[in-house]
């Protein structure tokens, strides 16, 4: 994000700390309840004369949207919308937005802001960080079939009913409960979007599969130490959330599990077919200590190193 910033240092980021803030700056009227809004994204009109608009959010914000007038980035990646209709955006990620004032297209949908102060003293406020989409970089929004958007666009038309009548004891409690329940049929959704887009999926194994073997096969092990997910994630461009929940769905493993794996496949290597020592390919393997590698080896194993290779005399 601060090499974003750092690229857009002479255009304007608006910082955006409340709800009535962004419907001041997208031309909205005021919102009828200050920590909770749903808005009509076809009445949204950005109050700028540029063709490019950069802010900086305090409040989560979940979006429906169709016919997008230009090309909408979350943090260091665009969004693709060709396909998928949803996106969702965590408080204080950067959010740009290059216009296209020329397209005669018609934006409709709904945009749903809620600010972190409604979810205090809630199970939420805590849980709603355990959505990985809320923490994607990646450049997929969420795709729906026509069922599925209607049973979103119900949810949030509930929350909009429930904040625009009389606000009573019991306001918050369903309106919280209508957001939780929204955010895990999104869960189940992405889930879904994950399964049947299986050669978009299988393209990221096998550049993590290739990543691995790379840095496995060069010094890198040896000056690094093992690679992280959050380095692997940088490597293929996506979220380490995104990409742990990705592996999680296909395989049943964690990326650090996959990491482990690639490591005791590459040591196995190394003791049935080279004359090392077990500390020197502890070395190799990144390990300052070869117990260290003897206990994740064991663990993975069920042998020690040494007991793999004698079972090959």
Not at 104 to 126: C, E, M, R, S, V
């Amino acid at each position: 994000m601060y090499l974003i910033l750092e690229k857009m240092k002479n255009k304007q980021i608006h910082k955006i700390n409340s709800i009535s803030e962004f419907h001041q700056l997208s031309g909205l009227p005021k919102p009828e309840h200050p920590l909770v809004s749903l808005v009509d994204y076809g009445q949204v009109q950005y109050q700028s004369e540029e063709n490019e608009i950069s802010w900086l959010q305090n409040f989560y914000s979940i979006g429906l949207k169709r016919n997008i007038n230009g090309k909408f980035k979350y943090g260091q990646q665009k969004y693709d919308f060709d396909e998928g209709l949803m996106s969702f955006v965590s408080p204080n990620q950067l959010v740009h937005i290059e216009l296209d004032k020329s397209t005669q297209n018609k934006p409709t949908g709904y945009l749903l802001f809620i600010h972190p102060d409604f979810l205090w003293n809630t199970p939420l406020a805590k849980s709603i960080k355990q959505y990985d989409f809320f923490g994607y970089s990646v450049n997929e929004a969420l795709f729906m079939s026509e069922k599925e958007e209607l049973i979103i666009t119900d949810i949030m038309q509930k929350i909009k009913q429930e904040y625009h009548s009389n606000i009573d004891k019991f306001s918050q409690n369903i309106i919280i409960a209508q957001i939780e329940l929204l955010l895990n049929y999104c869960e189940r959704f992405y889930q879904r979007q994950f399964i049947t887009r299986k050669i978009s999926s299988n393209q990221i194994l096998g550049q993590l599969d290739e990543i691995l073997n790379n840095y496995f096969n060069t010094e890198s092990i040896i000056s690094k130490g093992l690679p992280s997910v959050q380095f692997i994630a940088n490597e293929i461009n996506v979220s380490p959330n995104y990409l742990s929940s990705l592996v999680k769905s296909l395989t049943g493993q964690s990326t650090q599990q996959l990491i482990h794996e690639k490591l005791i496949e590459k040591a196995k290597e190394k003791l049935s077919t080279t004359e090392l020592s077990i500390s020197e390919i502890a070395f190799e393997l990144g390990f300052e200590h070869s117990q260290s590698f003897n206990r994740l080896f064991k663990a993975k194993t069920n042998c020690t190193p040494l007991e793999f290779r004698q079972s090959f005399n």
